[in-house]
């Protein structure tokens, strides 16, 4: 079965940082882009950042371009987000979702992890 | 960056409705277009890519339509698991962008 499962969420205060993790299986975690998407309580879908299979292209929305930084590790099977200077505006569930296609520059997103939340508050 | 924009925000239907969302892009985005069910508490569900293609187990009641700067997606009859929230994704360029969903709710 094809799964998607982050971690790394929790309470952090205006300032810090955390690590999310989204663990893969089911597929051929490194032939798939990979995107972070987040949903702020009570409000919509915002696409975060995206990275090609091979790690060597990575993609940002503006709001977080120079906080958030996406990587993976293909031996580990393992996609994160590095998110630093929070703020209250971060709180949000974070998902990481698989690309629909291998080997495509334009995708839409098939496989969604359970999200892992965020509260930045003091 | 690509704006995305849903109507209605909300909208109250029956069971057996047929149902259309609009999505209108700030440019032509060709058909680079998915549409995604999302119920509370749950992760969003992919519906529809490429603007009309429908992903493996969606029901045929579900299809969209489209290209360029406007897009639709339609519900033939609606089914009660069918309420829910609705968004539109943009994946022509980046940053990707998603329309501000539209509520399914029942009339």
């Known amino acids: 079965e094809v799964q998607l499962l982050e971690s790394g969420g929790g309470l952090v205060q205006p300032g810090g940082s955390l690590r999310l993790s989204c663990a893969a299986s089911?597929?051929?975690?490194?032939?798939?882009?990979m995107t972070w998407v987040r949903q702020a309580p009570g409000k919509g879908l915002e696409w975060l950042s995206a990275?090609?299979?091979?790690?060597?292209?990575?993609f940002y929305a503006d709001s977080v371009k120079g906080r958030f930084t996406i990587s993976r590790d293909n031996s580990k099977n393992t996609l994160y987000l590095q998110v630093n200077s929070l703020r209250a505006e971060d709180t949000a569930v974070y998902y990481c979702?698989?690309?629909?296609?291998?080997?495509?520059?334009?995708?839409?997103?098939?496989?969604w992890g359970q999200g892992t939340t965020v509260t930045v508050s003091s | 960056d690509i704006q995305m924009t849903q109507s209605p925000s909300t909208l109250s239907a029956s069971v057996g409705d047929r149902v259309t969302i609009t999505c209108r892009a700030s440019q032509s985005i060709s058909n680079w277009l998915a549409w995604y069910q999302q119920k509370p508490g749950k992760a969003p569900k992919l519906l529809i890519y490429?603007?009309?293609s429908l992903e493996s187990g969606v029901p045929s009641s579900f299809s969209g339509s489209g290209s360029g700067t406007e897009f639709t997606l339609t519900i033939s009859s609606l089914q009660p698991d069918d309420f829910a929230t609705y968004y539109c994704?943009?994946?022509?360029?980046?940053?990707?962008?998603f329309g501000q969903g539209t509520k399914l709710e029942i009339k």
């Open positions: 490429k603007a009309s």
């Open positions: 990275i090609r299979s091979s790690g060597g292209y990575t």
């Open positions: 994704q943009q994946y022509n360029s980046y940053p990707n962008t």
């Open positions: 089911g597929f051929t975690f490194s032939s798939y882009d």
């Open positions: 979702a698989k690309s629909t296609t291998s080997a495509a520059t334009r995708y839409a997103m098939d496989v």
